[in-house]
Structure formats: structure tokens, C-alpha cells
């Protein structure tokens, strides 16, 4: 038996031994019948019971959650008109002499049936309450279960989908270099498989140290800029002390790349700034770069970059990041701040 069924069953006991308690409490210091107890108390308490767990464990489930209400409110009058019954069956055998008034006379018939009735819709009505709060917590719970189940699918699929772009972005670069320069070509070889034995190996986690994800991005960045001509300058710069944070891997791998793929020219000059600080329990990360627009007909990169970035950042950090672009003075900006606590 599990913890929590533990304390429910721990609590039924609990509540009925505090109500055929009820009369000792009530009456404490006082002469006690126990006949005048039974009859009043322990006899309407254990139909109560019987109304109670019939619904809660039977009636609830089959016909009420299943919408058949007509059904369940005719089985339930038939079995408080049962427990009635016997209730008087029972008093009139064994307590009739106790539950007579003074006068010599019973209470009249109708009103006792009144009375009982109104009172045995308490447990009823209890059980339903009980029943559907229980099924609100186990729907919420599986509704949670469920979102994180999807959460985990879509990181996994956008993490499938990251990979192969960044590697055929890198051998993009690298065929661009086998020509013009056969040496820096094998030292990018060399380079590249380092960076997807990090990211195959690595990053299959929740959470990495930021200190490895600028190790990464600083790899990175050297790679790009061996596919770079003396035309653009490229600058970064990271914060030393990083070691004590956490966080969501590859999240800015899609800025560097955009920065690279719209910031340079073969004929202008440009320059490419990527800048991470932290600040008051943030990451801020920030890339400016001359805005050369790719035009229709160059299909270098797959576009989905910033848009599994996008998805990510509602994923793992809703609520707590911002994320914003825009072009000033023909340059491209990128601002992302992530809340790390």
C-alpha cells in the first residue's frame, strides 16, 4: 500500500471514530445510556456509512461520471427508502420503548421520514464532493503529466532538428575552405567533430553548465570565422565566471549562426559583436551585426533557427525571458535576457 492510499484510509478511520465518538463527547460528565446511544447515534451513523461508501466506491463511477443521473438518483432514493425502512424495523423492535415521548407517544411518520431524508442526502452529497474532488486531482495530475510527457517530445524533436542544421551549416563552411585553404579545411574537420561529440554527448539534458556552453559557443565562433574574409570582423565576449549557473543547452547557437549567416558580405566591410554578461540574476545575450538580407532565391540554412529558439524559450523559460529583434542604423539586433533563478 502506497503512501497516499496510507492516508486515506487512515483518514476514513479517523473521521468515523470522531463521529461514533460524537455522543461521549457531547455528553461527557453526564449519565450515559448506551441503548439511548445506539438507537440515536451508531444505528443513523452506520446507514450513513452504507450510503457513503456505496456511492463512493460503486454508484459515483458507474453512473453519475458516466452521466446516467436519472438512474443515479433512482437507485439512491430506493436505497435510502431500504435504509429507512430497516432503521424503523430496528427501532421499533429493539428501542421502541427509548424513542417514545414522555406522553407515551412516537413522533408522527411522516415527519421522521422527512427528517431522515433530508439527513441521509449528507453522506450522499459528502460522497459526491469527495468523489469529484478526488477526480479533479488525478485529472490535473495526468493533464500535468501530459504537458511535461509533450515538453520533453517537442525539446527532443527541436534537439533532433538543431542537430543536423548546425552540422550542414559546419560542412557548408568547410567546403567553402577545402579550395582556398586545404590546412585551415582539416583544422575545421578537427574542430567540427569536437563540437558534435559535445552536442551528441552532452547536451541530452535539462540543464549544462554555461561554462561549457561558451566553451561550445567560443568553438564555435572560431569556426565560423575561418569562412570569414579580413572584410568582417568578428567580436565576442563571455563571462569568466560562470561556473555556478545552469542552463537549457544550444539555447544561443541559433543566434551566433544568424549573426554569421546576415552579417556578412563579400564585398563590404562589416562587423559581428556577440556579447553575454550577467546581471541581477540574469543572462543577457546580445548580437549586433550589419544587416545584409538573404534575398528569395539563396537557400543557404534551413530558416529554422529562430523559430526553434522561439519554441524553446515558451518551453523552458515562459514567463522569464524576453526576447526581442530589430534593425537600426542597418544593423541587426538581438537582445535575449533569461531569468536563472
Request: some cysteine; glycine content about 2%.
Amino acid at each position: 500500500m502506497d503512501k497516499n492510499k496510507k492516508i486515506t484510509l487512515f483518514s476514513h478511520i479517523l473521521v468515523w471514530l470522531v463521529l461514533f465518538s460524537i455522543p461521549y463527547i457531547l455528553s461527557y460528565g453526564q449519565e450515559q445510556n448506551i441503548n439511548r446511544i445506539i438507537a440515536h447515534f451508531w444505528i443513523p451513523i452506520l446507514f450513513y456509512a452504507i450510503i457513503f461508501y456505496t456511492n463512493y466506491f460503486v454508484l459515483i463511477d458507474k453512473y453519475l461520471f458516466k452521466k446516467e443521473t436519472v438512474l443515479y438518483i433512482l437507485i439512491n432514493v430506493l436505497i435510502i427508502a431500504i435504509c429507512i425502512t430497516l432503521k424503523e424495523q430496528i427501532e421499533s423492535t429493539v428501542f421502541s420503548d427509548i424513542l417514545r415521548n414522555k406522553d407515551g407517544n412516537a413522533p408522527p411518520l411522516k415527519m421522521m421520514i422527512y427528517v431522515q431524508m433530508f439527513s441521509y442526502l449528507a453522506p450522499l452529497l459528502f460522497s459526491i464532493a469527495v468523489k469529484t474532488t478526488k477526480r479533479w486531482v488525478k485529472t490535473e495530475a495526468e493533464r500535468k503529466e501530459a504537458a511535461n510527457f509533450k515538453l520533453q517530445s517537442e525539446l527532443q524533436h527541436l534537439h533532433y532538428q538543431l542537430q543536423p542544421h548546425f552540422f550542414f551549416n559546419s560542412l557548408n563552411n568547410i567546403y567553402a575552405l577545402v579550395d582556398i585553404s586545404p590546412e585551415r579545411a582539416k583544422t575545421s574537420i578537427h574542430s567540427l567533430s569536437k563540437l558534435m561529440r559535445y552536442m551528441l554527448y552532452e547536451t541530452n539534458t535539462e540543464e549544462i553548465s554555461l561554462s561549457k556552453e561558451i566553451e561550445f559557443m567560443s568553438k564555435y565562433i572560431e569556426l565560423m570565422k575561418l569562412r570569414v574574409t579580413d572584410k568582417t570582423v568578428v567580436n565576442y565576449s563571455f563571462p569568466k565566471d560562470s561556473n555556478q549557473i545552469k542552463i537549457a543547452p544550444l539555447l544561443f547557437i541559433s543566434l551566433i549562426e544568424n549573426a554569421f549567416k546576415h552579417g556578412v558580405s563579400a564585398s563590404q566591410d562589416s562587423t559581428i559583436d556577440i556579447t553575454m554578461t550577467l546581471a541581477d540574476d540574469k543572462v543577457v545575450f546580445k548580437t549586433i551585426n550589419n544587416n545584409f538580407p538573404k534575398n528569395t532565391e539563396d537557400k543557404s540554412g534551413s530558416g529554422i533557427g529562430l523559430k526553434n529558439l522561439e519554441k524553446r524559450l515558451n518551453l523552458l523559460y515562459t514567463d522569464k525571458y524576453k526576447f526581442n529583434t530589430k534593425v537600426e542604423n542597418n544593423l541587426f539586433i538581438v537582445n535575449l535576457e533569461l531569468e536563472i533563478i
